[in-house]
């Protein structure tokens, strides 16, 4: 098998300033979504919801980040990379932010949000303000459906320290006196089953006022009888907690016959990796965290002292529970659009959709239709997560029993989708479905779906592109944009990327598709380079780019390239930007904001002037070095000049004009939020309300409203 291309590497003509470092920066967005939880205007359901989502994600970041940062330590393979910080210098510095960051975290939910929910009629209760008719309701449910499937072991040569599930909730006690056989434990470690609820709404006859919702956490329950648990032996303390494992899976696809038996085997895995953090309360003694520390294999800069849960994304069970519209967003209705006759309808116009603002119905519609249509002959669809249970799968299934020529193309490497996708995998063969697992080495990663349809004599193929999964629920959750068009040019280069997916061979030219890993990074390098041109020869240059992360060195020294020659670059980057804007000489013609709010931003929309032909495209891919040379991408072009100018609006301006979810890069790599003085500007209001014209805007502000004005003027 041909070996990978190449990855480019800095070049080393930027100094380390130029460049931040991945995680730091993923630490840095971190702490923009824990700012939003500190944001008292928001619901506070919403503002707790977010603290979970903080838990969940930095949950992953040890999982997958710092798990490979250890990795590498252990290989002795401490890379420097452009930023000049080593696997060790950075394991230091996350140990320092994230012990920060989870102080307010948990100061916040103690000091703020749970007292402002209790004066709203919303109470998550701790054991010491249970009332009697409390306790007793609690003991029978702690009896009747907690001890029947609490499985203690105490510690001694018989029984050795269990193993401990990644992320799930354990108790470890410590015990005093002997029991019948003569056996003395100093410990026992008590797991906590994942078949029950971590948050236990209270019955209202026994709630402390009748209109509150009140709540217990099972953690609570359990601390409140551990006694019960071990009768004859005295409990002399007990304390949650929680060990974080190494969970990416390592398969090598060249070596094994079936990725789908091999990642099955892998999966079970996942919860017994290595430790890579351990989570305790911080009332626990510093002997009985050394006693984990040890059995864990971990050290003192991989302990994390919590005071409450130690497991905060459970709460986010609370937030479903209540039915409190005033505590949370309002509800948010899409656009609808009418999804009958699709065939007839993206036969005369192309349909571009922004979702959740626009429905996803017509997407849905789409292949619904085409599954039942006498006239479609196949179906061509790439999955990378769309959920246990879809629309798109159930269709597909539909589509292969009536006889249609379905493919399937399943990213089985989906991280934490594994197994949600060889399901969806297995049931697609069952039902006669050609299914596929894209080419050794590389992700499939692209959003493309294909429908192969007769009219009259000819076949004419009809195709939806976007920048987000075909996964009915982040479609309402996530900014995403989509295109449904029946033009044959686009309708052949996606034949071709399909062809090369289930196929082998070379690769053909693309009419206007851009597909990585072989032509995204060029072609991306090609359009800078045209604005560096135009540039130099004092005419207009322009770049807009918004994305999700920006972290590969050698398109970011061309950023800096185009920057040093006077182009002017904006760049909209949700998460991770490895670049450093506003340096003298370097980057001071680059401005950087990420941009957070109700929705997740995860469009991905390419923007260059390019002489005034004003160059648009929507892509799956973000400036990440995965994306550009280890995954197959597509970026797909936006040429009506309606849904160009749409898109410049909704997809790009709007981002530029926001004051109030908006954060901006400074040179020093810290984040500060945009100003906000004068009338406020949301982007997603903007998007959901296009009739709402920006008043009062910064001079900032009116600067970046004007930017397509200027190109065009200057033009």
Excluded at 41 to 61: G, W, Y
Excluded at 112 to 134: C, D, M, Y
Excluded at 526 to 539: F, N, S, T, V, Y
Aim: glycine share 6%.
């Amino acid at each position: 098998m041909r070996e990978q291309q190449p990855i480019p590497e800095a070049s080393g003509r930027y100094p380390e300033s130029a460049f931040v470092n991945r995680e730091l920066s993923q630490l840095s967005f971190f702490d923009r979504v824990l700012n939003l939880a500190e944001r008292e205007p928001l619901p506070l359901l919403e503002r707790l919801r977010f603290l979970t989502i903080f838990s969940a994600i930095l949950d992953e970041f040890f999982e997958i980040r710092v798990a490979g940062l250890k990795e590498r330590l252990r290989l002795r393979i401490d890379r420097i990379g452009p930023d000049g910080l080593s696997a060790r210098d950075l394991l230091a510095h996350i140990n320092r932010e994230v012990t920060e960051m989870t102080k307010r975290q948990y100061g916040l939910l103690n000091d703020q949000i749970l007292p402002a929910l209790s004066e709203q009629g919303v109470a998550i209760l701790k054991r010491s303000k249970w009332t009697k008719l409390q306790r007793e309701w609690v003991r029978s449910y702690f009896r009747e459906q907690v001890v029947p499937v609490l499985t203690p072991v105490g510690l001694d040569p018989a029984h050795p320290f269990p193993q401990v599930l990644n992320k799930s909730l354990n108790m470890l006690l410590s015990l005093e006196g002997e029991d019948e056989f003569g056996r003395e434990c100093e410990y026992a470690v008590l797991h906590v089953p994942r078949c029950l609820p971590r948050v236990i709404e209270l019955p209202a006859e026994i709630r402390s006022q009748a209109q509150r919702a009140e709540f217990v956490l099972l953690s609570s329950v359990i601390h409140a009888h551990a006694n019960e648990v071990f009768p004859g032996i005295k409990v002399k303390s007990c304390h949650q907690f929680r060990v974080t494992r190494h969970a990416d899976l390592s398969v090598d696809e060249e070596e094994v016959e079936d990725l789908l038996d091999a990642l099955k085997g892998e999966l079970p895995g996942r919860r017994y990796g290595e430790g890579v953090r351990l989570e305790i309360a911080d009332t626990c003694p510093s002997s009985h965290v050394q006693f984990l520390l040890d059995q864990f294999g971990l050290e003192e800069h991989d302990l994390y002292r919590v005071n409450g849960p130690v497991n905060l994304n459970r709460l986010a069970a609370v937030v479903q529970m209540v039915d409190r519209p005033d505590l949370k967003y309002s509800v948010f209705v899409p656009t609808p659009l009418n999804a009958a006759n699709i065939f007839e309808q993206v036969s005369h116009k192309n349909l571009l959709l922004h979702h959740p603002f626009q429905s996803f119905s017509p997407v849905v519609e789409l292949i619904k239709t085409a599954a039942q249509d006498p006239f479609v002959l196949a179906i061509k669809q790439t999955l990378y997560r769309t959920g246990s249970e879809s629309p798109f799968v159930d269709a597909l299934i539909e589509a292969a029993r009536a006889g249609k020529e379905v493919t399937a193309v399943i990213e089985l490497r989906a991280r934490f989708d594994e197994a949600a996708n060889i399901d969806i995998a297995s049931r697609l063969q069952q039902a006669g479905a050609h299914v596929v697992y894209g080419v050794v080495g590389y992700k499939t990663h692209a959003k493309m779906l294909m429908i192969i349809r007769r009219e009259g004599g000819d076949l004419k193929r009809y195709v939806h592109l976007a920048t987000g999964n075909y996964h009915t629920g982040t479609a309402r959750a996530y900014t995403d944009f989509g295109l449904i068009t029946a033009d044959q040019r686009i309708g052949a280069d996606v034949h071709q990327i399909f062809l090369q997916l289930t196929g082998v061979g070379s690769t053909m030219p693309l009419k206007k598709l851009i597909s990585a890993p072989f032509g995204l990074y060029k072609q991306l390098k090609g359009l800078i380079q045209h604005e560096i041109k135009e540039a130099k020869a004092g005419r207009p240059a322009r770049i807009v780019l918004k994305l999700n992360s920006v972290s590969d060195p050698a398109m970011i020294e061309l950023l800096y390239s185009a920057s040093c020659v006077g182009v002017k670059i904006d760049l909209i980057v949700r998460g991770i930007c490895c670049l450093t804007p506003g340096l003298e000489g370097i980057s001071q013609n680059i401005r950087v904001r990420s941009v957070l709010g109700r929705f997740l931003e995860h469009t991905r929309v390419y923007y260059f002037w390019h002489g005034g032909e004003e160059r648009l495209y929507l892509a799956s891919a973000d400036l990440m070095q995965r994306n550009l040379y280890r995954r197959v991408e597509v970026a797909f072009p936006i040429e009506d000049p309606e849904h160009k100018e749409r898109l410049i609006q909704e997809g790009l301006q709007i981002y530029l004009d926001d004051t109030q979810g908006a954060w901006e890069l400074l040179p020093n790599g810290a984040y500060t939020r945009s100003d906000t003085r004068g009338r406020p500007v949301r982007a997603e209001t903007r998007v959901a309300e296009p009739s709402v014209a920006p008043q009062g805007l910064t001079d900032e502000g009116i600067e970046a409203q004007q930017w397509l004005i200027s190109c065009r003027a200057e033009s």
